[in-house]
């Protein structure tokens, strides 16, 4: 088996930033042994790149993690799946470089990373095992080309918008009962007409009546259900003594 020469990129995602590796070849004598012998080496072989870098810091930024990326002249980039947001950027930066990436599940890399004796909880050393995994021998078929079963499947774009639509919707829901409460408690004493009153759309692509008031979007609710509760608010006896509509509700 002739295994093809590629210079592989592990990039460990954190929030705002990522810790990078590459590797020109697996290192002779293990992981282990490459690991203690370079890992007080981090800001030269094991860069961070941040998304908004501080100002007056040596911080690098997502430009000079292209230009990283390119003066390596990297083939691979291995990645870990983490949350869709934090990995986005550093994707579309290696796709825009027509850099191919590839992902390795959690299960997996953690499992390599400890049978490799690599620390855990060390942004430095997961890289590491990334770029690792791609020059690994037994992640090669005997032509001597990597085995796809070896990483994830690739998800199909519709599969990733439906995905990022779920986690929307998801978060619309956890936040949204809170404030229609506090906004109910509100209107308790500034519109106490509607306060606890129910309101639904019965028209696709309206907006429930009475939140639609609130927010002074006439063309999204429905002509008579707006002028309806216009009419009620300008008889409410809150109006009448004085206690208007708070700007935050």
Not at 1 to 8: E, F, N
Not at 109 to 129: F, I, T, V
Not at 198 to 215: I, M, Y
């Amino acid at each position: 088996m002739i295994i093809k020469l590629i210079t592989s990129l592990g990039v460990d995602v954190s929030k705002s930033s990522v810790t990078c590796h590459i590797l020109t070849q697996y290192p002779i004598g293990g992981l282990k042994t490459y690991w203690q012998k370079n890992r007080t080496k981090l800001n030269s072989l094991f860069p961070s790149f941040y998304s908004s870098p501080k100002p007056n810091t040596n911080q690098k930024s997502a430009f000079d993690f292209a230009d990283y990326v390119t003066d390596n002249k990297v083939d691979i980039a291995i990645l870990e799946p983490t949350e869709n947001h934090y990995s986005r950027l550093w994707a579309r930066i290696l796709e825009n470089l027509g850099i191919k990436i590839l992902w390795v599940g959690h299960i997996e890399l953690r499992r390599y990373r400890g049978g490799k004796n690599l620390p855990n909880k060390s942004d430095a050393a997961d890289a590491l095992a990334m770029a690792a995994y791609a020059q690994d021998q037994e992640n090669y078929l005997e032509s001597g080309e990597l085995n796809q079963r070896q990483f994830l499947m690739h998800r199909p774009q519709p599969i990733d918008q439906i995905h990022e639509l779920v986690q929307k919707l998801e978060h619309l829901n956890r936040v949204q009962s809170p404030i229609i409460n506090y906004t109910r408690q509100s209107l308790a004493w500034q519109f106490p007409e509607k306060a606890h009153s129910k309101t639904k759309s019965t028209k696709p692509g309206n907006v429930p009546p009475l939140w639609g008031w609130l927010a002074q979007r006439e063309l999204e609710v429905h002509p008579q259900s707006y002028k309806s509760i216009t009419r009620i608010y300008q008889k409410s006896i809150s109006l009448q003594l004085g206690l208007e509509i708070d700007p935050i509700v």
